[in-house]
């Protein structure tokens, strides 16, 4: 059996063994802000991608905008739950690719990806992100930031247009 078939074994037994998934796995409650450390999905966050998160939104906070996370770090578990869900909504496998990763291939299971609520938050993040090393990855996904540093200094890179278009999926 190989890694990737041995962690996906093990992901499916916990989730028949604890039934549905909740905030320990990653889950977000309504309301959470990226300052909310009692959270999984923003205490296991990648430190440099949460310092970058709380900067900005400190310095939004002065342009009267809030940053709200949706989604941050996710367990392989709950991320495959999610996955299961996008195809049952999309239909395949192939349409559910284009929203969202599988476990092993996923930015939010390494904690190196964040939600952002609220059409302020995102439009003050497509303008002034890069200056934070902040980028929105995906065209269709207008919440979902990255920390990319050499944007501070060279801009955000072009966006895929969905995430079957980004490398790090096809592994």
Excluded at 85 to 110: D, F, I, N, P, Q
Aim: some cysteine; aromatic content about 8%; charged content about 25%.
């Amino acid at each position: 059996m190989t890694r990737s078939e041995s962690v996906r074994t093990t992901a499916l037994n916990r989730i028949r063994q604890r039934g549905a998934l909740g905030e320990a796995d990653g889950a977000v409650p309504a309301g959470v802000k990226v300052f909310d450390d009692g959270i999984p999905a923003v205490a296991n966050l990648d430190p440099a991608l949460l310092g970058a998160l709380r900067q900005a939104a400190t310095d939004a906070a002065a342009d009267g905008v809030e940053f709200f996370v949706n989604s941050g770090w996710r367990s392989p578990e709950y991320q495959h739950q999610i996955r299961r869900k996008a195809v049952s909504k999309y239909g395949s496998e192939e349409e559910a690719a284009r929203w969202v990763a599988t476990a092993e291939t996923s930015a939010h299971v390494l904690g190196d990806a964040v939600d952002i609520g609220s059409s302020d938050a995102t439009a003050w993040l497509s303008e002034h992100g890069a200056r934070y090393g902040l980028c929105q990855i995906y065209r269709n996904e207008p919440w979902h930031y990255e920390l990319r540093p050499e944007a501070i200094e060279h801009g955000c890179p072009p966006m895929y247009p969905d995430p079957t278009h980004d490398p790090r999926m096809w592994r």
